[in-house]
């Protein structure tokens, strides 16, 4: 091959890859992004909604207006992401013209679809969708995401359903790590994936694409908690333009992120933060509520 | 000393040279598991004392913009640009090409760079990541069969000085590849690809400069 290939699977894996380590942040005007790079965000993902608003106004959740997106994209040199409801697949189309780097097909809009995903091969723009467990993780990789984020509950400040989706995803890779290959047979049809992508994860011990967290995360110390959970890198979401210090709290979060395994660096950066959003315990959303739920 | 998640670094018996990696953001464990499999002793560097002793050190891909906030902020850029003003031997993918670059276009304001490079650099040269690619690449240096380079969101390097030299090309006439003594950038990213010619090209380059410094009897 001596021509110039775009959006093959190298190519979009590979930027999630250059993404590792990082904090991407939801933002929602021009201003919001620029205060996200300064702050050391790696990406930043752009919509008209927080998922705390959208979960405190309720309604439908859909693509962002384009001229919003647009704008962000001319603020930032960063990558910008932005959300297509899931099997929204020509909202995903819109967005792969207006050239963002990143389509999430996520459960923060409302789905447009609840039997298929958008069969996301044919995109060249690469995918970052979410997953609760590895079964679902590998669904998505088998429709053509090139990056996993554990989904958690969005919009909430609660981080135990991040915890509880990253644990499950790194606890059912490491069963199938000690499987012998005829157990695995059955591994893929209880998780309802693929045997091919089951048996990659059994001999490499990883999912094929990398592996973020999101939803919830709200403070430098649930960040580095990710990270040391197996995180390759964390979405924050409403926590940090919801919160008190929007630009000190976006520096400290990037800080611990990378130092994630050195509780006096996140001391250190927890300090004086002001007011952290107010939160929603999971406990308290009634289940029509819960924004994990969608998707499958 | 809490370990990074390190068990992917390679062999802790290496007897090769003492390579670090910055490890503050980005692809740094693709560069130190190839850096392992050729048997360097690697280090992960995210503070100035994890600087001590190495005898080369590569940069990685990720965004710039992240890795020169923090290497200023937890204080390694200021004794990093000292070591490589010093002559370590530097490999930079991608972002690490636009932190070595003595001059860059397309930063963000405040944006800093270690610097090293006699080149222009600049971002995101492509445009967005539909624009991102592969593609055979002929590295002369490196002999054949062509690198094959994954260029994510590259950079391109625009004019090179007197003191530099280019190592490859697109066919459009475009830099992705420079060299000056003993620094080394890539726009691409070999580490992500599986040829390792690159990295072995630069360990060569930190051998012979640790042999010159310390002849072996």
């Given at each position: 091959m001596s021509t110039?290939?775009?959006?093959?699977?190298?190519?979009?894996?590979?930027?999630?890859?250059?993404?590792?380590?990082?904090?991407?942040?939801?933002?929602?005007?021009?201003?919001q992004a620029r205060i996200a790079e300064d702050a050391g965000a790696v990406a930043v993902m752009a919509l008209e909604r927080v998922p705390a608003d959208i979960r405190a106004q309720g309604g439908v959740a859909r693509m962002s207006d384009p001229d919003l997106i647009e704008a962000i994209i001319a603020e930032v040199s960063i990558p910008v992401m932005a959300k297509a409801r899931i099997g929204h697949f020509v909202e995903a189309q819109v967005l792969q013209a207006l050239d963002v780097d990143y389509i999430d097909e996520s459960e923060v809009l409302s789905p447009a679809d609840y039997v298929n995903h958008i069969d996301k091969w044919g995109f060249d723009t690469p995918f970052v969708c979410g997953?609760?467990?590895?079964?679902?993780?590998?669904?998505?990789?088998?429709?053509?995401?090139?990056?996993?984020?554990?989904?958690?509950?969005?919009?909430?400040?609660?981080?135990?359903?991040?915890?509880?989706?990253?644990?499950?995803?790194?606890?059912?890779?490491?069963?199938?790590?000690s499987m012998t290959r005829d157990e695995l047979y059955v591994a893929a049809k209880e998780l309802q994936a693929p045997y091919e992508l089951v048996l990659e994860v059994a001999e490499t011990g990883k999912l094929p694409v990398v592996l973020f967290t999101a939803g919830g995360v709200a403070t430098p110390a649930d960040a580095a908690m990710m990270m040391q959970l197996g995180a390759d890198g964390v979405f924050v979401g409403s926590g940090i333009f919801k919160s008190g210090n929007p630009e000190q709290r976006a520096a400290a979060i990037v800080k611990a992120t990378t130092f994630y395994d050195d509780p006096k660096v996140i001391a250190e950066v927890s300090r004086g933060l002001g007011e952290a959003m107010v939160g929603i315990n999971v406990g308290d959303l009634p289940a029509p509520h819960r924004l994990a739920e969608r998707g499958w | 000393m809490v370990t990074l998640r390190d068990e992917s670094l390679g062999a802790t018996d290496a007897t090769g040279p003492t390579v670090?990696?910055?490890?503050?953001?980005?692809?740094?464990?693709?560069?130190?598991?190839?850096?392992?499999?050729?048997?360097?002793?690697?280090?992960?560097?995210?503070?100035?004392?994890?600087?001590?002793?190495?005898?080369?050190?590569?940069?990685?891909?990720?965004?710039s913009t992240v890795m020169d906030k923090l290497s200023r902020a937890f204080g390694v850029a200021e004794p990093l640009k000292r070591r490589i003003a010093e002559g370590l031997p530097v490999y930079?993918?991608?972002?690490?090409?636009?932190?070595?670059?003595?001059?860059?276009?397309?930063?963000?304001?405040?944006?800093?760079?270690?610097?090293?490079?006699?080149?222009?650099?600049r971002r995101n040269a492509f445009g967005s990541q539909n624009q991102s690619f592969e593609t055979d690449l002929p590295v002369p240096a490196l002999g054949e069969p062509p690198v094959h380079a994954v260029f994510i969101r590259g950079p391109v390097v625009?004019?090179?000085?007197?003191?530099?030299?280019?190592?490859?090309?697109?066919?459009?006439?475009?830099?992705?590849?420079?060299?000056?003594?003993?620094?080394?950038?890539?726009?691409?990213?070999?580490e992500i690809q599986g040829d390792h010619r690159f990295h072995e090209y630069f360990l060569g380059k930190v051998r012979a400069r640790a042999s010159a410094a310390s002849p072996t009897p």
């Open positions: 110039a290939q775009t959006g093959s699977s190298r190519v979009k894996r590979g930027l999630a890859e250059m993404l590792k380590g990082g904090v991407i942040m939801d933002v929602v005007t021009p201003e997953a609760t467990n590895l079964g679902e993780a590998l669904r998505r990789i088998n429709e053509g995401a090139a990056m996993i984020r554990s989904k958690g509950e969005a919009g909430t400040g609660d981080v135990s359903e991040a915890t509880k989706h990253i644990r499950k995803i790194t606890s059912e890779i490491n069963q199938l790590k | 670090g990696v910055l490890a503050l953001q980005g692809d740094f464990r693709e560069h130190a598991r190839v850096l392992g499999e050729l048997g360097a002793k690697v280090v992960l560097v995210r503070r100035p004392e994890d600087l001590e002793g190495l005898e080369g050190l590569v940069i990685p891909g990720g965004e930079g993918t991608c972002a690490g090409l636009i932190m070595i670059a003595d001059t860059l276009l397309d930063t963000i304001e405040g944006q800093q760079n270690l610097g090293g490079l006699d080149v222009v650099v625009e004019s090179v000085g007197e003191k530099a030299t280019p190592l490859a090309s697109l066919p459009d006439g475009r830099v992705v590849a420079v060299e000056q003594g003993d620094l080394v950038g890539t726009s691409f990213h070999p």
